[in-house]
């Protein structure tokens, strides 16, 4: 059995209907509940004779704390469209929340609400209804939802600005083409591109500079899917049109889509010229001052007064005649105990001072004697204990050695002249008297040839002088000319030949001819006969030879005299040096043979000698040979 429309009861669906329903009065700014039904009521934990007569906004006040949502001005605003247009008007998820009953408490909602007019048969707005849909578990899925795609945005931004902002070269090349897909701002300036240039371009097309060394290890990263890294690359790249010669660390990683394949290459890169750069100039600093330390055969230390330990270089273990690193008590045991005082005494200056500075004496366990100097810096922290000290030492053997030879060589010079000078100044007193008194007397003459044998003496001395400064200030000239060997020894040796006491012997080749100062070489033969007679006393020979020895003249004077120990030979031809020092036997200023050497040597010849202690000596020096 049908039901016919009449027989509807539109009161009853009004009352059941599921969706929510308020018949409101268009009593603005009042609106009375005119009527409302059950899903209503649910919806809003209502009842429904609490509400009818009353104002929906006497029903339904705005919560306090919800300042944002303006839901009451929203609603008069939704009710008045409804009423002036006379069309429904729909508010979409809007927050209205419902007091909970009996609490002055609100429960948080979300609604989308129709206002629809109802009107009479003249077309007048009598009432209209109101009815929310409750959307607060849609709407706050919907608000999660959007919550996690903003935060993904968010995210996806944040790693693009991070990409883009990298102080490290980042480059997204595809695995087929290698058509570069992205490229932040530091690989740009790495490779000293534009981005136009760059981006959508085949690699090598836009780096072409970088292609030869590259694209074989870029293909295989490709191809293994293995990663690859490189350290301190040297690449020259074209930057601004110019080559420049860089030096990077970068990686080429395989980078994989969602299903896991390989198809682009991540390549990270940085520019780390300066560091390499800022690296080798260190090295070639440091590189360079050990070379200086080397070359000065300096010893250097640094000690660690805390843990007692010191840290040697093999030459500062050598200067103290160790093979090998040693404690610091070994090597303060090899100084002299007498210099031991000076040590502590330049220690205790150095809180004032931040410096060590003293010569000391090594004695080894050859018992030979070593001088060296040692220099520190001493570094200290408030107190006057040191924590560091950083130092070298110099083995100055040889410098003391010349200064005691220079000292000696003063006293030396000193008596040589004293010698003659007294005995002419005697020669003088004696003639003064002479002369007053007895003006013909016949030992006149003999005064005077002594004084004037003895002022010749002082001649040759302050000559043999200048001629060492001469030799220093390097203005030793020499005049050269072609003359025969033979003939210039026999010529110089006639002083010789007049005392008697050395027969003199020629032989060799007495035609050879040379090239040379003739004055400035019969100088050097004089020099060598005198010491064959100073030296050989006893013996009464003095053996001359001339030969040619390649393209030179070998002259060699030899004499049977005593001989010269050889740990004496290579010191002899040194300025002030005298085998015995003291010049207790022998006078003489040391200066012969050194002046001798010059000469020979400024000639471009050789000079030297060979001696048998006891048996004699042979000097010899060669000379270039007439030219041709
Ligand atoms: P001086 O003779 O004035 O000391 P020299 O330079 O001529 O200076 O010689 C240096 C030293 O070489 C001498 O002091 C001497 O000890 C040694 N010497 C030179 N010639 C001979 C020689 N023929 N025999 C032995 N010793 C010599």
């Not at 070593?370 to 560091?388: E, L, S």
């Not at 003939?487 to 010789?496: L, S």
């Amino acid at each position: 059995m049908s039901t016919s429309t009449s027989e509807i009861g539109y009161q009853d669906i009004f009352k059941c209907s599921p969706a929510a329903i308020l018949i409101i009065d268009i009593d603005a700014p009042y609106y009375t509940i005119l009527d409302a039904n059950d899903a209503y009521c649910n919806a809003t934990n209502t009842q429904r004779c609490d509400m009818i007569g009353t104002s929906v906004f006497g029903s339904f006040p705005a919560n306090p704390t919800d300042e944002v949502s303006h839901n009451i001005e929203m609603t008069h605003f939704s009710f008045q469209q409804a009423i002036q247009t006379k069309q429904s008007h729909t508010m979409y998820n809007y927050r209205y929340d419902i007091p909970i009953r009996g609490t002055n408490e609100f429960e948080e909602r979300y609604w989308t609400t129709t206002n629809t007019p109802i009107l009479d048969a003249d077309g007048q707005v009598r009432y209209f209804i109101h009815s929310p849909a409750n959307v607060t578990e849609l709407y706050k899925l919907n608000q999660k939802e959007q919550a996690g795609i903003d935060a993904l945005k968010n995210q996806r931004q944040q790693l693009y600005s991070s990409f883009m902002q990298a102080p490290l070269g980042i480059c997204i090349i595809s695995g087929g083409d290698l058509v570069v897909q992205m490229a932040n701002d530091s690989y740009l300036e790495l490779v000293g591109k534009s981005r136009a240039e760059l981006e959508q371009q085949g690699i090598w097309d836009a780096v072409p500079e970088a292609a030869e060394a590259y694209a074989p290890v870029l293909n295989k990263v490709i191809e293994t899917g293995e990663a690859f890294f490189a350290k301190e690359h040297e690449v020259t790249m074209i930057r601004k049109g110019r080559p420049e010669r860089i030096f990077m660390d970068f990686v080429y990683e395989p980078i994989s889509d969602v299903a896991g394949v390989n198809n682009a290459v991540m390549v990270i890169a940085i520019d780390v010229t300066d560091k390499v750069v800022a690296r080798r100039r260190i090295e070639e600093a440091e590189e360079r001052a050990r070379l200086a330390i080397d070359a000065a055969e300096i010893g250097t230390f640094d000690f660690d007064p805390a843990n007692d330990n010191i840290v040697t270089s093999d030459r500062f273990n050598a200067i103290f005649g160790f093979d090998g690193p040693r404690s610091r008590d070994e090597f303060r045991e090899r100084m002299h105990k007498d210099d031991l005082a000076l040590r502590q005494a330049a220690h205790a200056r150095a809180p004032e001072t931040g410096k060590i500075f003293y010569e000391t004496r090594l004695i080894w366990p050859d018992e030979s004697l070593h001088w060296i100097r040692v220099q520190a810096d001493v570094y200290f922290n408030g107190t006057d204990k040191p924590y560091r000290m950083l130092g070298t030492v110099l083995d100055i053997t040889e410098f003391k050695r010349l200064q005691q030879q220079k000292d000696d060589f003063i006293s030396v010079a000193s008596h040589e002249l004293k010698t003659p000078m007294t005995s002419v100044k005697a020669s003088m007193q004696l003639l003064e008297r002479l002369v007053k008194t007895q003006p013909s007397s016949d030992k006149i003459p003999l005064f005077l040839d002594k004084a004037n044998t003895n002022l010749t003496k002082m001649q040759h001395l302050v000559d043999a002088l200048l001629n060492v400064s001469k030799i220093a200030a390097g203005q030793l000239a020499l005049h050269k000319t072609d003359f025969v060997a033979a003939e210039m020894v026999n010529e110089c040796c006639d002083h010789v030949r007049l005392m008697g006491t050395h027969e003199l012997i020629l032989s060799g080749d007495t035609q050879l001819q040379v090239h040379a100062d003739k004055e400035r070489i019969d100088q050097v033969v004089v020099n060598l006969v005198n010491n064959a007679v100073k030296y050989a006393p006893d013996s009464n020979k003095i053996l001359f030879h001339i030969a040619q020895t390649g393209n030179m003249a070998k002259i060699s004077v030899q004499d049977f005299g005593r001989g010269i120990p050889p740990e004496k030979l290579p010191h002899l031809f040194e300025r002030y040096y005298r085998v015995d020092a003291s010049g207790v036997q022998f006078s003489g200023l040391g200066l012969g043979l050194y002046i001798s050497a010059e000469i020979i040597e400024r000639h471009g010849g050789k000079i030297g000698v060979d001696s048998v202690v006891g048996e004699g000596s042979t000097f010899w020096f060669t000379l270039p040979l007439k030219s041709n």
